[in-house]
């Protein structure tokens, strides 16, 4: 299991697609043959829009792959927001503690 962040810059001035438009827009683009997502959490945070996906992949690069497919194919789809970057953590990386989003 891996966790994969993306993060996305909106245009200024635009309209911002929704959270719900962007995590189906993700859903969507989630598809890859050695990694699924499980889990799928979108925030917007002023003029950026993260991602948070719990990806089960056997490898770190099966997880990476499907995060920068998620990344280009949400940037083409919606417009407004520019894919800007990726962190992945492993597994064994993760803290277990609750966080509220």
């Known amino acids: 299991m891996y966790a994969v962040e993306l ?17 189906e827009s993700a859903r969507h683009n ?37 995060a920068r497919t998620i990344g280009l194919g949400v940037s083409a789809q919606l417009r407004h927001m520019r894919f800007v970057s990726l962190h992945i953590w492993a597994e064994d990386q993760l803290s277990m503690e609750e966080t509220e989003w």
């Open 30 to 66: 989630g598809r890859h043959p050695g990694a699924r997502i499980e889990h799928l959490r979108v925030k917007r945070l002023g003029t950026q829009m993260y991602m948070v996906a719990f990806v089960a992949a056997a490898r770190a690069d099966d997880a990476r792959e499907l």
């Open 7 to 23: 993060c996305f810059a909106l245009d200024e001035g635009s309209i911002a697609p929704s959270v719900e438009a962007a995590a």
